[in-house]
């Protein structure tokens, strides 16, 4: 029996990591030749913002398993596996997260999306934690109150 419902919770509650992408790549630097290793993640609307496959860098790629978001287009994807960003990428992590809790929540997101201005005045990291999604919540015996997401729910 299903017992969880459904709470606006912040993101910085639903993800356990919210944070700027490190080591962005430019794209004029990345070296190329070899067999491509990872994907090399932008704010591109297309090919789930992928914008080429390339090489291992000087740097190891980001794991996969991740929300990516792009600040300035508002972009939302799923990657699952091994990416190198380029600027501006935003990285949401969960160790509950599975390809198919993270595509509902990649759909809750970009829902949300139209919130922010295209550009300069985009997503930023402190807008995005402060950001509400619906999730489903498990009932928690905590005295605290302090609501969980219901990973189980999120998956079916």
Partial sequence: MDTSTLQPMLVSDVFETVEMARRPLNHNHIVEGGHPAAAYVTRTQEYNGI???????????????????????ATVFYQPGALYTGQDILLLRHPRMTEASALVLVSLLRAQMGKFSWGSNGVTLARLRRLRILVPTAPTTDTDGILEVDWVALDT
């Avoid at 914008?51 to 287009?73: R, V």
Wanted: hydrophobic content about 35%; charged content about 10%; glycine content about 14%.
């Fill in 51 to 73: 914008t080429k496959l390339i090489p291992a860098q000087e740097q190891p790629p980001h794991a996969g398993n991740a929300i990516t978001i792009g600040g300035a287009t």
